[in-house]
């Protein structure tokens, strides 16, 4: 006569199957595909529409050719995005962002300071800050909300924060460092 494994046997082994395809299906997803102007987060505001629209096409946005040339940060005012150029005037990584109140000139610039986190003027908790510009009093950074949010501009307030997504924050953290060029076009 053969003995029948207990109950508990059963269901342990179940748990770790299925913990072990839950892990294998995670790894896979983080191998996969990620545009990074894809489908946005949930905002933490729940404002529809505070999004970016996402690109509709396959390939990604080309380098404003009036964005100079070698290592630097385009920013497009018109296009609400941003390129992270390689010294070879290659874009490295490319995605969109959400405008504060105050926009930069068009122009060149220069990362002048950076912040690892702090508040924003809109009482948002935001890191990965890039300052580069000043306009109107407002300080105007790139930078990106500790909590994921993408909340329209706070009204009534002058904000000159560019937010990113998290981990385009962390790309631009790593990419500008102080005195990495920044050129923003219309």
Known sequence: MRAVPAPKVWVTGLT??????????????????HPTAGAARPSASGSPGASPAPTKSAAPA??????????RIVYSLSQKRVWLVDAS??????????PGTVSPDPGAYTVSSRKMATTGSDGVQIENILYFAAKSGSSIAFSNAVDGSSPPPAEGKETGGIRTRAADGAALWTFGETGTAVTVVK
């Not at 770790?16 to 595909?33: E, H, M, R, S, Y």
């Not at 080309?62 to 290592?71: E, I, L």
């Not at 005037?89 to 959400?98: L, S």
């Open 16 to 33: 770790v199957g299925a913990i072990a395809a839950v892990g294998a299906l995670a790894v896979q997803a983080d191998k996969g595909p």
């Open 89 to 98: 005037d290659t874009a490295r990584r490319t995605f969109t962002v959400w």
């Open 62 to 71: 080309a380098v404003p050719d009036d964005s100079g040339s070698g290592r």
